[in-house]
């Protein structure tokens, strides 16, 4: 359990940092009260985790040598193609494309809602928007492929504070961080981080 609370907390804490999600929660945490931004943050993070580790689980009825196998392909895919993606990248401090999706996410969705919003309007709109950007990343693949081959509980209570750690530096301090984030290097520690997950789990099976 202890490996699996490991695993899903450097997972998530590395991948999240400089990711969609995080720019969304810096974004709304400058026009609405952070704690309320927190709160619907951290709830969709929170939804997420549970849903990709119940995921997890049904993947896990297949075949245990299938499970396996699949689960060291896919975080040495992973690895390989993160660290492909940081030689690729300049060594600016963000990824501006990124943030833009963020922004855009954003005025939409402030489009759609009323002027004067409710606190209970400022959590929906946090939850919704984290959701959807979370939704089919990678991050999210990677907890399934974690709660498949280990302790569901340690997965889910690991990602999930791994979750809260970057949604609260994003909330508290985002905005005076933001710049100062290398994409570059968070991309190259997470390609590292999936690379040794797939060796550890390949040593493991042997």
Same mark, same amino acid.
């Given at each position: 359990?202890?490996?699996?609370?490991?695993?899903?907390?450097?997972?998530?804490?590395?991948?999240?940092?400089?990711?969609?999600?995080?720019?969304?929660?810096?974004?709304?945490?400058?026009?609405?009260?952070?704690?309320?931004?927190?709160?619907?943050?951290?709830?969709?993070?929170?939804?997420?985790?549970?849903?990709?580790?119940?995921?997890?689980?049904?993947?896990?009825?297949?075949?245990?040598?299938?499970?396996?196998?699949?689960?060291?392909?896919?975080?040495?895919?992973?690895?390989?193609?993160?660290?492909?993606?940081?030689?690729?990248?300049?060594?600016?401090?963000?990824?501006?494309?990124?943030?833009?999706?963020?922004?855009?996410?954003?005025?939409?969705?402030?489009?759609?809602?009323?002027?004067?919003?409710?606190?209970?309007?400022?959590?929906?709109?946090?939850?919704?928007?984290?959701?959807?950007?979370?939704?089919?990343?990678?991050?999210?693949?990677?907890?399934?492929?974690?709660?498949?081959?280990?302790?569901? +509980?340690?997965?889910?209570?690991?990602?999930?504070?791994?979750?809260?750690?970057?949604?609260?530096?994003?909330?508290?301090?985002?905005?005076?961080?933001?710049?100062?984030?290398?994409?570059?290097?968070?991309?190259?520690?997470?390609?590292?981080?999936?690379?040794?997950?797939?060796?550890?789990?390949? +040593?493991?099976?042997?």
């Amino acid at each position: 359990m202890l490996t699996a609370f490991t695993a899903g907390l450097l997972l998530i804490t590395v991948s999240e940092l400089g990711d969609k999600t995080f720019f969304i929660a810096v974004i709304l945490a400058m026009h609405h009260p952070r704690r309320l931004v927190f709160i619907g943050v951290t709830a969709a993070l929170a939804a997420m985790t549970i849903v990709s580790v119940l995921f997890g689980q049904a993947v896990s009825l297949l075949p245990k040598a299938y499970i396996h196998y699949a689960e060291i392909v896919l975080f040495l895919a992973f690895g390989i193609k993160l660290l492909y993606d940081a030689s690729k990248m300049s060594s600016a401090a963000c990824d501006t494309e990124v943030i833009e999706e963020a922004e855009a996410a954003v005025k939409k969705a402030d489009l759609e809602l009323p002027k004067k919003k409710t606190s209970l309007a400022i959590v929906i709109e946090a939850f919704i928007l984290t959701f959807m950007a979370e939704w089919g990343d990678r991050t999210q693949i990677a907890t399934i492929a974690l709660a498949a081959g280990n302790n569901p +509980i340690g997965v889910t209570v690991g990602a999930i504070l791994g979750h809260t750690i970057c949604a609260a530096i994003a909330v508290i301090g985002g905005k005076m961080i933001a710049g100062r984030i290398s994409e570059r290097q968070l991309t190259l520690i997470g390609g590292c981080l999936f690379l040794v997950f797939g060796f550890v789990a390949a +040593i493991e099976g042997a």
